[in-house]
């Protein structure tokens, strides 16, 4: 029987240690706050910050929400951002992704704090996750696979970790986080040949393309850490992952659900990367 990697259990655990790391901020009588950034009404949005909230909230972080009109323009946006990089009460800054499109990525990121940006919107942090400097914050979801393979003892040292994806904000970071402890790591995409074949060598796969269900039962070596990053919905409207998990469970000898498998942690990582600032910004 398969192990089935349940986020909850990992996000929990990781709760509980943060939840003590802030009593010794209440004992200073500092509040870590983190302020999400949203233009326009985005349903897709929702259900993320309304879980970041949440699990802010049950940790002891303070976390507001800026909701702009979807009609912003680009100076205003970045007078909001270069308020919130001013303001000492706000120690982590989260822009919701993407913007519309009369805002520019490409400006707005410059923008951001790196000492503030807890998702790894700055290009100062994305560079210090591709170079496997320290000190810097990696993206969420990326963060929290790492998280994952942690809790349940999965070293990824030695081990052939195949990625399905190469987005900057999953499959490339990610990519540089398993080097970084050690791992031999083939990043596949659209354009790669015998994907099948590929993804069949993987002690560790991780998928990360955002095609529902694609990862099929040709694609996973016997035994194999399956974890599918993946959000989808299927014909039916349920929420489905990238891996086809009724067919890999039978074969992968551990394998995160969708849902209740990474996603379930990111709300967490992004909790830990809030404390994690307020401690640089205090010197504590």
Known sequence: MEKILKGKEVADALKQRLKQ????????NITPNLTIVIVGDRPDSAAYIKGAVKRCSEIGIECNVRELPKDLGQDKFVDVIQKLNDDEKVNGIMIMRPLPPQISENVVKYEIYPAKDVDCFSPVNLSKVMSGEEGGF?????SAVMEILH??????RG???????????VGRPLAMMLLKENATITVCHTKTLNLAEEAGRAEILIAAAGKAKMVKRNMVKEGAVVIDVGINFDENGRMCGDVDFDEISQVAGMITPV???????????LAKHVIDACKIQKNL
Do not use: L, N, Q, W
Request: glycine share 12%.
């Open 259 to 269: 849902p209740g498998g990474v996603g379930a942690v990111t709300s967490t990582i």
């Open 21 to 28: 790391e802030m009593e010794e901020f209440h004992k200073k």
């Open 138 to 142: 990696a993206p969420c979801t990326p």
């Open 151 to 156: 809790h349940y003892g999965i070293d990824p």
């Open 159 to 169: 081990k052939k970790a195949v990625i399905i994806g190469r987005s900057m904000v």
